[in-house]
Structures are given as structure tokens and as C-alpha cells.
């Protein structure tokens, strides 16, 4: 399959089947960073799904929940980025989450969700591009720094201590 095989779409906040299925592959990516104890116990479903829900608020963030689906309309994956003060105080476009079902991995549907988020964060003219993931994930690692992202700050996970890594581009 090619980047040609799947097409995004964003999601509503009426829709509840594609809700429930990005919680769920949120859980499925904290458990594979996480491992299963500490990626089950970080957050319940309904915590999740509320946090899908927050991206959809125009009220709560400037975001998009967008899925990426197969040409049988199956969702494939899925990313959620939002607009995001820093610390100086200053905006950059934040990716929350990505999930790529293990299937289709490898067949740029991860790119094609990050090249989604990029050009929604130049549209709006933030300067930036950022994410945060677990210093071990090393596949998520790899496709950032192919889009030429670099380490930019090192944190401890608030509630696992995990060594994380905030991987951020400057956008042209």
C-alpha cells in the first residue's frame, strides 16, 4: 500500500464510534511506551475519551482529531494536535498523539498524518512544530527526525517518571 490508499478525514464530537476507537488506541500506545501495568493505570477510558472529546471543543483548544482511513473506510489511524503555549509563553503547534495500526506501519500513514499536522500549524503561522514521547520509543523517534525534528527539552513523565523527550522543527 501507498500514501495514495488512505485519505484523512477529521472527526466530529457527535461522533462517537471514532471517539471510542482513538481512546482505545491511545491506551494501545501507552501500553506498547509504558508496558501493560503502568499503561493501563495512567488513565481510565472514560478519561481518555474526554480528552478526545476536549480536542473537539472549539471552546477548550484550537485542535483537530484527525483519522486516517483505507480505501474500505476502515480507520487506519489517527492524530490529535492543538495549538500550544510553551513555556517562554510563546505559541507552537503541539502533536498530542499519533497511532498507526501495526498493519499499515510503514506505509506512510504516519507521515501523512504528521505532513496534516504541519501545514494546519503553518496555515494558522506558528513558527513551530513539537511532541513529546517516551525517550525509549524509538520507531516514533525515527519518523520525527526523517521530518527533521531534533530533541529540544528532557522532562521525567509526571506520573511514571518515564524519561521523556520534547522532538520539535522549526517550520518553514
Avoid at 142 to 161: D, H, K, Q, S, W
Wanted: with cysteine; charged share 25%.
Amino acid at each position: 500500500m501507498t500514501e495514495a490508499h488512505f485519505h484523512l478525514r477529521d472527526i466530529a464530537a457527535v461522533d462517537t464510534d471514532a471517539i471510542d476507537l482513538i481512546a482505545q488506541r491511545m491506551r494501545a500506545t501507552l501500553v506498547e511506551v509504558e508496558g501493560e501495568r503502568e499503561g493501563t493505570a495512567m488513565y481510565s477510558m472514560d478519561w481518555l475519551r474526554d480528552r478526545v472529546r476536549w480536542h473537539l471543543d472549539p471552546a477548550a483548544a484550537r485542535a483537530r482529531v484527525v483519522v486516517a482511513e483505507n480505501n474500505r473506510g476502515e480507520v487506519v489511524g489517527h492524530t490529535i494536535f492543538r495549538v500550544e503555549a510553551d513555556p517562554a509563553d510563546a505559541e507552537l503547534g503541539l502533536i498530542s498523539t499519533t497511532y498507526v495500526a501495526p498493519e499499515v506501519r510503514r506505509h506512510g500513514v504516519a507521515g501523512l498524518l504528521l505532513s496534516c499536522a504541519e501545514a494546519w500549524f503553518r496555515d494558522l503561522g506558528l513558527g513551530r512544530s513539537a511532541t513529546w514521547t517516551s525517550a525509549t520509543n524509538a520507531p516514533l523517534i525515527g519518523l520525527y527526525e526523517r521530518y527533521g525534528y531534533a530533541v529540544a527539552e528532557r522532562a521525567p513523565n509526571e506520573l511514571t517518571g518515564t524519561a521523556m523527550i520534547r522532538l520539535e522543527r522549526q517550520l518553514a
